[in-house]
């Protein structure tokens, strides 16, 4: 909430900090490329409602690294004026400012978000790993009577659902160790998006007088974004929902409730149509070029666009035809429901993750076509084997997960570079054999 940013006008963030691809901001600015010849995404970006976590294989989550400053002291002192003008009390802001520190570490994630690019292909290889399906389909089977009743109350279904809730926090396992208040006010005093965080703040304030949570408990990324679903401050002053009906909107709680109904209410508010799919994986004739035009799926089959399984795809309604790597990548058919997942994060890579991370859970198959992945591709597996393999020569992974975040794909270039080899930080077969070697 990647990391999520509802709709703030902050970047989004990375994969298995969240699976966050890039950008998470409040209005549709693509940061992912979507042209033949651009297919990288940068995976790490400040969700809107979320965001960064700390694993060994690639994750965002600072761990507070705190620093004296005394400018940042000065700049409490005077932010507390403007809060109490804002109608926060005394009492909230000096408990809430109580043990907070200029945190260095969030100030370097934020400057450094851009740091790793991924491809669409190594994106969608995390977004729905096969860990990320089967923790999907038990956390849909455990919640199944809450998601049941949110999905007959919002109109989204259980399955989408489950899929924000794995995307953003891989289902509550990673929802951020950072005290927001401690984040957000050392983004708002270092200044590069110092008003959009400063805004941040004061909402967050609110939810500590609001009683939805306390001091203790508001922990979130680097980035601010919260709990299981990771929004942000303002988003969640805006969409969050007391679903429990226990007087507080709750999403930090061990019954995700509250924030898987946030979420359906997120996205029925911004269009979402039950029934509709987000997008269907198509055929395509060969040198078909599409840029945005929109049709109804039978008009498309008239053009020779169809459905995996060679059948026309049903008309659900407008659709335009995506091909996130070009060409020579897969195709999808793309409708209305996927841009109501792009208000969640606005990245293509996102939309897609949810879209078919969702599909999976519900027990559908994988992507059928080939990426142009110009290095040959290893199992999941076999990534938990370079991720070993890494580990027994002294890299600083802690985790063997299969997936290829930050940490990881840092150790894979650091190798690469040892080895004489290309400096790409893939985990190709050719770096599995490298290691299987030495």
């Known amino acids: 909430m990647g990391a999520a940013f509802l709709c703030g006008s902050a970047p989004a963030t990375a994969l298995e900090s969240s699976i966050r691809p890039v950008a998470r901001p409040a209005t549709p600015a693509p940061d992912v490329a979507?042209?033949?010849?651009a297919a990288a995404l940068s995976t790490k970006s400040l969700r809107p409602r979320l965001r960064p976590k700390t694993s060994s294989s690639g994750t965002d989550e600072a761990q507070p690294t705190r620093v004296a400053n005394p400018a940042f002291d000065s700049w409490?002192?005077?932010?507390?004026?403007?809060?109490?003008?804002r109608g926060i009390s005394s009492q909230v802001f000096d408990a809430a400012f109580?043990?907070?520190?200029y945190n260095a570490d969030v100030v370097s994630k934020d400057r450094n978000q851009a740091e790793f690019k991924r491809q669409i292909w190594d994106y969608l290889d995390s977004a729905a790993s096969p860990e990320r399906v089967d923790m999907g389909q038990q956390a849909l089977s455990r919640h199944r009577s809450a998601l049941s009743r949110i999905e007959q109350a919002y109109?989204?279904?259980?399955?989408?659902?489950?899929?924000?809730w794995g995307l953003e926090s891989k289902y509550g396992t990673r929802?951020?160790?950072?005290?927001?208040?401690?984040?957000?006010?050392?983004?708002?005093?270092?200044?590069?998006?110092?008003?959009?965080?400063?805004?941040?703040?004061?909402?967050?304030l609110k939810i500590l007088q609001n009683g939805d949570t306390t001091p203790r408990n508001f922990l979130?990324?680097?980035?601010?974004?919260m709990g299981h679903t990771q929004f942000i401050p303002t988003s969640y002053e805006a969409y969050a929902v007391d679903f429990t009906g226990d007087g507080r909107r709750d999403i930090w709680s061990n019954d995700p409730s509250d924030a898987l109904a946030s979420t359906a209410a997120y996205l029925k508010r911004f269009g979402w149509r039950k029934g509709m799919p987000w997008g269907v994986e198509v055929r395509v004739p060969n040198g078909a070029r599409f840029g945005d035009t929109s049709r109804m799926p039978s008009q498309w089959a008239a053009q020779g666009v169809v459905g995996v399984d060679g059948r026309p795809v049903r008309d659900y309604g407008s659709a335009r035809i995506l091909q996130p790597a070009g060409p020579t990548g897969a195709s999808f058919m793309v409708f209305a429901n996927f841009d109501v997942i792009k208000r969640y994060n606005n990245a293509d890579a996102y939309a897609i993750g949810v879209g078919h991370l969702s599909d999976r859970i519900k027990g559908g198959p994988a992507i059928q076509a080939s990426w142009p992945r110009g290095y040959t591709p290893v199992s999941f597996e076999e990534r938990k084997e370079i991720q070993r393999q890494l580990q027994q020569m002294g890299y600083p992974l802690e985790k063997i997960d299969g997936i290829i975040g930050p940490n990881t794909a840092k150790s894979i270039m650091n190798f690469q570079q040892s080895a004489?080899?290309?400096?790409?930080?893939?985990?190709s077969r050719e770096v599995l054999n490298r290691l299987r070697s030495r």
Do not use: C, H, N
């Open 220 to 225: 979130g990324s680097w980035a601010g974004a």
């Open 155 to 164: 109109g989204v279904e259980a399955e989408v659902v489950t899929a924000v």
């Open 76 to 85: 409490v002192r005077s932010f507390r004026a403007r809060a109490l003008s």
């Open 420 to 427: 004489g080899m290309k400096v790409d930080g893939y985990a």
């Open 34 to 37: 979507t042209t033949p010849t």
């Open 175 to 204: 929802m951020g160790d950072i005290p927001v208040i401690e984040a957000l006010s050392t983004l708002s005093f270092d200044g590069r998006r110092g008003a959009f965080f400063e805004k941040q703040l004061i909402a967050a």
């Open 98 to 101: 109580q043990g907070i520190g």
